[in-house]
């Protein structure tokens, strides 16, 4: 069973949140998201992909910021390449968020569909860490 709750562009702050640093548990993130072709919708989604990712040191030379992009924060820091992750219809990006500790442990899923709307589900189980 899982709870599933919905918000309105959550999607850069989750981001912004876990690209803040590392904290004692460890924090990981994977975002796939689509090309820009499906975020004209979406004003926060295209600048973070467009304007935001490409300006950081992550960014890596010749990839096209308009294409589906993959994020993954964790310790190890931030990296950005093509997605490989085919999204499910009608969406515009999904992911995962985790702690690093919690290798196989519940976590917290994500979908954000081409009209802004954000279904979370977190998994029976996630515990917050301490």
Known sequence: MSTPARLRFALPLVVAALAAGAHAQRPRLHAAIAGSEHRGALPALAWLCEEYLPSLE?????????????VTRSHEGLTITETEVELPDGAAAVGIASFESSTNKPAILW?????GDEQWTVQQGFLLPR
């Open 111 to 115: 979908r954000c569909d081409r009209r």
């Open 58 to 70: 992550a960014w890596p030379e010749g990839l096209d910021p308009s294409g589906p992009l993959a």
